[in-house]
């Protein structure tokens, strides 16, 4: 299983960014994707999830902010991230489980400024 992050990056307050994980060595589209993120100086947290067919669920603290897809034909998921915040620093990571087994990938980071 791998999975690699891309799209963090340094926004003003305010701004957008789109994080991209794209996902290999299991069957993506039974499965339920999920990006975290963990602050400076805090423990990382579930942001949003999205299962196979496309229920997604996510934080309060970014819920009418982000928006979590999947393009199972390129084993895709994305985060949308719109107005966003000084507290929504930090790095993001996606995440399966597969056979009972959590995979993280490297992690993107994201850093937004006043």
């Known amino acids: 299983v791998q999975l690699v992050e891309s799209g963090g990056g340094l926004v003003q307050s305010g701004e957008s960014l789109q994080l991209s994980c794209v996902a290999s060595g299991f069957t993506f589209n039974t499965h339920t994707m999920q990006w975290h993120r963990q602050g400076p100086g805090k423990e990382r947290e579930l942001v949003a999830l999205?299962?196979?067919?496309?229920?997604?669920g996510y934080a309060d603290s970014v819920k009418g902010r982000f928006t979590i897809s999947r393009d199972n034909f390129k084993n895709r998921v994305y985060l949308q991230m719109n107005s966003l915040r000084p507290d929504d620093t930090g790095v993001y990571y996606c995440h399966v489980e597969y056979y009972a087994t959590d995979y993280w990938g490297q992690g993107t980071q994201v850093t937004v400024f006043l």
């Open positions: 999205i299962s196979p067919g496309g229920s997604t």
